[in-house]
Structures are given as C-alpha cells and as structure tokens.
C-alpha cells in the first residue's frame, strides 16, 4: 500500500485524539533523521473504508512532512494492510489478543483504554456491558482532524 499526502488523510482514525501529542514532534524529527520504526503503521481496510489501526502519531508526522511533497509517499515497509470484516473489530478474540470490540464507522477506541486491559481480561465473560471502559461515539473522521483535536 503507497501513501501519499493526499491519501494519508482519507484515512479514518480509531481514535478521537492523541494519546500524547508532543510524540508527533518527536515522530517527525525520526522520520527526518531517517529512522526505520520496528512497528509498522497499520492499517486495515473495511468495507471499502480504510482504518488506521495503529500509527496514529507517524501518520500526523509523516502529512506534515509531506504537505509540501506531494509526490513523494511514506515508505512501503513501514505500513502494514490487511482487509478484514466488520467482525474483525465487532466480535473479541482473546487468543488473538483483540478484547476491545467496537464498530469502527461509529465508535473511536480510547487512546489510553490499555490502563484497564487488566480489568477487561478479569471481566471478558462480561465485554459487551464494559464498553465505557474503552470506547466512545466518534468525534473525528480524518487526519487531520486528529490533529486539531489534539
């Protein structure tokens, strides 16, 4: 998957804002020195909508970055696209790992909700009544909202 400028902000967050915001200075100076991040951004499209899963902070780094390069796109091996179903995000796998479900068109998961990982693994039996604990309405449907909101 390329990404350009322009593509970087159709992009939909699973986030209303920045767990920490003064990380998206710090991404943008790495970038520039040439930093290679072990993980990679991730991104999963659903229903013709593409999700940004993880990277929220590159992502807002690397659009400032490229604002004045159009034609210039985040490096291919540092994004990683799956396509996948709304179940995907809807149904918990605790094999996997996923224990927050929630339906991304309308719900943001909370950017700090790993606090309570330990709580929602006591109480999985119980998921569907915690949803307080790690998600919220969606407030932003871009990048660069993202961005202003935080």
Same mark, same amino acid.
């Given at each position: @998957? %390329? ?22 200075? /710090? +991404? ?5 020195? *040439?930093?290679?991040? #072990?993980? #990679? ?13 993880? *990277? !929220? ?5 690397? @659009? ?15 994004? $990683? !696209? ?14 996997? *790992? ?6 991304? +068109? ?8 790993? #606090? ?15 949803? !307080?604990?790690? %998600? ?5 449907? $871009?990048?660069?909202?993202? /961005?202003?909101?935080?």
């Amino acid at each position: @998957m %390329k990404l350009f400028y322009n593509d970087i902000n159709t992009l939909v967050p699973t986030h209303n804002k920045l767990r920490n915001p003064h990380k998206r200075e /710090m +991404f943008k100076n790495l970038i520039l020195t *040439g930093t290679q991040f #072990k993980s #990679k951004i991730v991104i999963y499209t659903c229903i013709d909508t593409n999700f940004v899963h993880d *990277g !929220h902070h590159r992502l807002c780094a690397w @659009m400032e970055i490229l604002a004045p390069y159009p034609d210039i796109s985040i490096p291919e091996n540092q994004i $990683s !696209h799956q396509i996948v179903d709304l179940d995907w995000f809807t149904i918990p796998n605790k094999q996997s *790992g996923w224990l927050t479900p929630f339906n991304p +068109f309308v719900e943001v998961r909370l950017p700090d909700f790993f #606090k309570q990982k330990e709580q929602l693994l006591k109480e999985y039996d119980n998921i569907s009544n915690l949803g !307080h604990l790690y %998600k919220e309405p969606r407030r932003t449907q $871009s990048i660069k909202e993202l /961005m202003e909101s935080s």
